[in-house]
């Protein structure tokens, strides 16, 4: 059981590398292309009108646009014909160039790519004052690109083949820059967020974050996943901490990306509840976590589990045993899978894949002294846990089930829910949050 589920799925996670997760909620409404900056919302939907969002609600904007953009250098926009507008004075005007891409992001200055994936820009000076009564001198950059995104650090592009490229040396008044570098990597969009934050969207709709980036290295060092079960993206833009996310049917989400640091050493399995983290690795050495110290306990175990009905394990000959005074004491009863993430009381699965419980008032009080109680479930389970609101489980097949009407005292439950989905493992926070982990080793969340 784990409390804080999230930061401990993601903990494990964290120890092969830096890991990066979503936290979203649906925003009503439903979009084609979006852009965020300086606190300010703007996109577009499939008829090519444009919205700009106030608390929950989209305003709409005069004219019709297929791609808009804010920045420092105002609000821009591209239309069906490749015209290039720039709201003026709540209005929209148009200016010379055609492009079928554009972006606002850089320090005043603004860039763009034309139907031929040919690449421009316009200096700070000229996009500063534009406002459709002057020719607007956009300089031809070297190369081909399909999608071209700036901020406060740099510039950031993908061309046809998704391969993705940074721009050295552009400065607002030098928006042309020096040269291009490949950076590894395969990316169908890219954008560069007000704070110089990118971000990117493959060919298959999974979102990815570049991380290392720092004013002495703009071109950061890895991208990492964006760990979410949001379906298929196809867009997205970053400002202020906040992370706008356009679904290939619509859908608009406002996420708030989570890090996860990596922490020294390596389990085989984690669990945490009110504030304690314990795990157990190969060797079957248990350990529980305080500052970045992990401090050995005694005995072997294979399994382990914290909650509100004390720390419990198993081992590899599937004997349970509960922590008593800082040691280990065997109890009755034979698991492979332990849970102790309910209301006081303990559920686990054996080596035949049956399904125990035991109530609140044996688990309590359970010391080794006398035989326990446990409670035979129906069905077959391998992975059993419970939290606040339920509990879930995964079967050989890695079918997902929930179990109705279990309470403390009662905790066998009624009946088995089969919920659709697929999942190797699952676990149940203690706030009642869900989490699992099918087996390709993608992480998901049950959302109500």
Same mark, same amino acid.
């Given at each position: 059981?784990?409390?804080?589920?999230?930061?401990?799925?993601?903990?494990?996670?964290?120890?092969?590398?830096?890991?990066?997760?979503? #936290?979203?909620?649906?925003?009503?409404?439903?979009?084609?292309?979006?852009?965020?900056?300086?606190?300010?919302?703007?996109?577009?939907?499939?008829?090519?009108?444009?919205?700009?969002?106030?608390?929950?609600?989209?305003?709409?904007?005069?004219?019709?646009?297929?791609?808009?953009?804010?920045?420092?250098?105002?609000?821009? &926009?591209? #239309?069906?014909?490749?015209?290039?507008?720039?709201?003026?004075?709540?209005?929209?005007?148009?200016?010379?160039?055609?492009?079928?891409?554009?972006?606002?992001?850089?320090?005043?200055?603004?860039?763009?790519?034309?139907?031929?994936?040919?690449?421009?820009?316009?200096?700070?000076?000229?996009?500063?004052?534009?406002? &459709?009564?002057?020719?607007?001198?956009?300089?031809?950059?070297?190369?081909?690109?399909? %999608?071209?995104? $700036?901020?406060?650090?740099?510039?950031?592009?993908?061309?046809?083949?998704?391969?993705?490229?940074?721009?050295?040396?552009?400065?607002?008044?030098?928006?042309?820059?020096?040269?291009?570098?490949?950076?590894?990597?395969?990316?169908?969009?890219?954008?560069?967020?007000?704070?110089?934050?990118? %971000?990117?969207?493959?060919?298959?709709? %999974?979102?990815?974050?570049?991380?290392?980036? !720092?004013?002495?290295?703009?071109?950061?060092?890895?991208?990492?996943?964006?760990?979410?079960?949001?379906?298929?993206?196809?867009?997205?833009? /970053?400002?202020?901490?906040?992370?706008?996310?356009?679904?290939?049917?619509?859908?608009?989400?406002? $996420?708030?990306?989570?890090?996860?640091?990596?922490?020294?050493?390596?389990?085989?399995?984690?669990?945490?509840?009110? &504030?304690?983290?314990?795990?157990?690795?190969?060797?079957? #050495?248990?350990?529980?976590?305080?500052?970045?110290?992990?401090?050995?306990?005694?005995?072997?175990?294979?399994?382990? !589990?914290?909650?509100?009905?004390?720390?419990?394990?198993?081992?590899?000959?599937?004997?349970?045993?509960?922590?008593?005074?800082?040691?280990?004491?065997?109890?009755?009863?034979?698991?492979?899978?332990?849970?102790?993430?309910?209301?006081?009381?303990?559920?686990?699965?054996?080596?035949?894949?049956?399904?125990?419980?035991?109530?609140?008032?044996?688990?309590?009080?359970?010391?080794?002294?006398?035989?326990?109680?446990?409670?035979?479930?129906?069905?077959?389970?391998?992975?059993?846990?419970?939290?606040?609101?339920? $509990?879930?489980?995964?079967?050989?097949?890695?079918?997902?089930? /929930?179990?109705?009407?279990?309470?403390?005292?009662? $905790?066998?439950?009624?009946?088995?829910?089969?919920?659709?989905?697929?999942?190797?493992?699952?676990?149940?926070?203690?706030?009642?949050?869900?989490? &699992?982990?099918?087996?390709?080793? #993608?992480?998901?969340?049950?959302?109500?």
């Amino acid at each position: 059981m784990m409390m804080g589920l999230h930061q401990c799925l993601f903990l494990l996670l964290s120890m092969c590398g830096i890991t990066s997760a979503l #936290n979203c909620t649906v925003v009503p409404g439903a979009l084609t292309q979006i852009d965020a900056s300086n606190g300010q919302v703007f996109g577009v939907n499939r008829a090519g009108n444009i919205y700009t969002l106030y608390g929950t609600t989209w305003t709409q904007l005069p004219g019709t646009l297929t791609h808009v953009t804010a920045g420092l250098g105002g609000l821009w &926009g591209v #239309n069906s014909n490749h015209n290039i507008f720039r709201l003026v004075g709540g209005n929209w005007r148009q200016v010379t160039g055609l492009l079928k891409q554009i972006d606002a992001g850089g320090s005043q200055f603004v860039v763009g790519v034309n139907m031929n994936d040919d690449i421009y820009c316009l200096p700070k000076s000229s996009a500063i004052s534009a406002d &459709g009564s002057s020719a607007l001198p956009w300089i031809q950059i070297e190369g081909k690109l399909k %999608y071209y995104s $700036c901020g406060p650090r740099g510039c950031w592009g993908v061309n046809s083949a998704d391969e993705i490229y940074y721009r050295h040396d552009v400065t607002p008044d030098s928006c042309a820059g020096s040269r291009w570098q490949n950076v590894p990597g395969a990316l169908s969009m890219i954008e560069v967020g007000t704070e110089g934050d990118v %971000y990117g969207v493959n060919s298959a709709g %999974y979102i990815y974050r570049r991380v290392g980036i !720092t004013a002495t290295n703009p071109v950061g060092t890895t991208w990492v996943p964006l760990s979410n079960d949001l379906g298929q993206i196809k867009h997205v833009s /970053y400002d202020l901490g906040l992370l706008w996310v356009l679904t290939t049917d619509g859908k608009i989400l406002n $996420c708030k990306v989570s890090d996860f640091e990596q922490v020294p050493g390596t389990l085989t399995q984690i669990d945490a509840s009110n &504030g304690q983290v314990f795990g157990v690795n190969t060797a079957d #050495n248990s350990y529980t976590l305080y500052g970045s110290t992990w401090t050995q306990l005694p005995g072997l175990l294979t399994h382990i !589990t914290t909650g509100p009905s004390g720390v419990w394990g198993v081992n590899s000959n599937h004997n349970i045993y509960r922590l008593v005074g800082g040691n280990w004491r065997l109890v009755t009863g034979l698991l492979k899978q332990i849970d102790a993430g309910g209301s006081q009381f303990v559920v686990g699965v054996n080596m035949n894949d049956d399904i125990y419980c035991l109530p609140k008032s044996s688990a309590i009080a359970a010391d080794g002294n006398s035989a326990l109680p446990w409670i035979h479930i129906e069905g077959k389970l391998k992975y059993y846990s419970c939290g606040l609101l339920g $509990c879930w489980g995964v079967n050989s097949a890695d079918e997902i089930y /929930y179990r109705h009407n279990v309470t403390p005292d009662s $905790c066998a439950g009624s009946r088995w829910h089969n919920v659709p989905g697929s999942l190797s493992m699952i676990e149940v926070g203690t706030e009642g949050n869900v989490y &699992g982990v099918n087996s390709a080793g #993608n992480i998901y969340r049950r959302y109500h």
